[in-house]
């Protein structure tokens, strides 16, 4: 029996690669989920995946207040509320800071990082109604190491990160549980096809998005803290709080091809 049978999982970014991954892994874990995104059509398909009852559907936009009300109006109606709590949705933001327009900056921010704290904020009474509950970000590398043609993204899963460790310290003493679990990068539709060719020169590792959830269930199930999943990034990111101008040194060496892709 899983540790997650029978509970149930309000899962956002279920529309996404990596959600609909985790969706699906999660079902398989016994757990009914909430699957929450942007595309309407693509969450009824992954919903008619699984017998029926088992995924419900809910469109939402986070970086909205009208989609955050929206969903917490619509989990507050449920019989049945959620205990566990994924934030997989986010916003990708590939290129040079200086070329990002201030909307699009504003939209990355609103997506991977407000969005998400503000959910947290009103979703935390409703998941402190159950035992064990939980809220879990799915985070990024990126959230450790930034990268040159990720700032403003790595900036958004930095800000993640340490809200998802001061929740954790600040709920130390409470059976509320917070976890930051890290994927490397993945073959989802997530990447613009400029950051897939730098991957490619690059010869940058990228998981199966299966896999990745496979991973991100049984951490969620294990109630680990933190997890960072790939070898080498998960010695880099150790690195890079340690000894961030060795990583400065290494990142200089690949400018040229980061800036070349970056304006193709």
């Known amino acids: 029996m899983s540790r997650l049978t029978g509970r149930t999982v309000l899962l956002t970014g279920a529309s996404g690669g990596i959600g609909a991954a985790l969706c699906d892994a999660l079902v398989a874990a016994d757990a009914w989920v909430i699957a929450v995104g942007r595309d309407a059509a693509r969450l009824d398909a992954i919903a008619a995946r699984h017998p029926p009852g088992r995924v419900s559907v809910v469109q939402a936009d986070l970086a909205t207040d009208a989609g955050r009300d929206a969903l917490v109006a619509s989990v507050s109606r449920r019989d049945i509320t959620p205990s566990v709590l994924v934030l997989a949705h986010a916003m990708g933001g590939f290129g040079l800071f200086e070329d990002q327009s201030a909307e699009a900056l504003r939209a990355l921010v609103d997506t991977n990082l407000t969005g998400a704290l503000l959910l947290i904020h ?5 998941l402190r109604t159950h035992p064990r509950p939980a809220v879990v970000a799915v985070g990024s590398t990126f959230g450790s190491l930034a990268f040159p043609g ?6 958004t899963k930095f800000g993640l990160r340490g809200l998802m460790e001061g929740l954790s310290r600040e709920h130390a003493d409470s059976g509320l ?3 930051y679990l890290s994927p490397r ?12 060719a730098m991957n490619r020169e690059m010869k940058v ?9 496979a991973r991100l269930v049984a951490a969620i199930a294990d109630g680990r803290r933190r997890l960072q999943i790939g070898w080498p990034e998960c010695l880099f990111a150790r690195l890079n709080g340690v000894l961030p101008g060795l990583i400065d040194r290494n990142l200089r060496g690949q400018l040229a091809i980061v800036r070349r892709h970056a304006r193709t």
Do not use: G, I
């Open 122 to 126: 009103a979703l935390l009474p409703t």
């Open 185 to 196: 990068a993945t073959r989802t539709a997530f990447n613009t096809p400029q950051a897939e």
């Open 150 to 155: 990720f700032a403003a993204y790595s900036a």
């Open 205 to 213: 590792a990228q998981d199966d998005p299966d896999a990745v959830a």
């Open 177 to 179: 549980r917070f976890q």
